[in-house]
Nanobody, 122 residues
Framework: QVQLVESGGGLVQAGGSLRLSCAAS????????MGWYRQAPGKQRELVAT???????KYADSVKDRFTISRDNAKNTTDLQMDSLKSEDTGVYYC????????????????WGKGTLVTVSS
């Protein structure tokens, strides 16, 4: 199995910054993309940012120019630097990876972390 573990959430004032980190471990065959989703109270989970291996990053319009995603492909990690935070950024942030387990190398799968809470106070 592949496990994703997030860290770095917390409480911050509007205008502040937080950095989220995620590490993938376990029976990894390959990871094609890693990214971040979030779910605000009463809303559906939405894409925040994602980065494919060897490719460019993609951001939700609401976070462009404020959030920056980075990856270390060798370590199977991804970070999300969040600046100029707004109250509407509040939610549970989930790390996501799309890849293949070593036990099923022909099957692409989505893997999810358990989430980390980000609260932005206004």
């Amino acid at each position: 199995q592949v496990q994703l573990v997030e860290s770095g959430g917390g409480l911050v004032q509007a205008g502040g910054s937080l950095r989220l980190s995620c590490a993938a471990s376990g029976s990894i065959f390959s990871i094609n993309a890693m990214g971040w989703y979030r779910q605000a109270p009463g809303k559906q989970r939405e894409l925040v940012a994602t980065m494919i291996t060897g490719g460019s990053a993609k951001y939700a319009d609401s976070v462009k120019d404020r959030f920056t995603i980075s990856r270390d492909n060798a370590k199977n990690t991804t970070d999300l630097q969040m600046d100029s935070l707004k109250s509407e950024d509040t939610g549970v942030y989930y790390c996501n990876a799309y890849g293949r387990e070593s036990t099923r190398p022909r099957t692409g799968m989505n893997f999810w972390g358990k989430g980390t809470l980000v609260t932005v106070s206004s």
